[in-house]
Nanobody, 122 residues
């Protein structure tokens, strides 16, 4: 079992930055990838990006490339999502997830955090 807890969300204005954290505990050895997802009101959950546990390779959805960065601190068992130049369309509940298969969709992930709200206003 893997337990994930996100933090760092909040309400900011367009152009601001936020850093989300995801603390990982439990049986982490089975996870190959850590992903970030988001879900806006009335919309489906969508993939934001992932980082592979072994190599630290990252991959992002096109709309956040160049603005968002995912990193991992193994000593702290924490994954970060650094978000810069935030836009109103980034408003959503952001969740981290742990998966055994590297994937850019929800199907590859077995464990999920509860999510943290990010609201970006003009």
């Amino acid at each position: 079992q893997v337990h994930l807890v996100e933090s760092g969300g909040g309400s900011v204005q367009t152009g601001a930055s936020l850093r989300l954290s995801c603390v990982i505990s439990g049986r982490t050895s089975s996870s190959a990838v850590m992903g970030w997802f988001r879900q806006a009101p009335g919309a489906d959950r969508e993939f934001v990006g992932y980082i592979t546990v072994r190599s630290g390779s990252t991959y992002y959805r096109d709309s956040v490339k160049g603005r968002f960065t995912i990193s991992m601190d193994n000593a702290k068992n924490t994954v970060y999502l650094e978000m810069n130049s935030l836009k109103s369309e980034d408003t959503a509940v952001y969740s981290c997830a742990a998966g055994s298969v590297v994937a850019a969709n929800t199907r590859g992930y077995e464990y999920w955090g509860q999510g943290t709200q990010v609201t970006v206003s003009p």
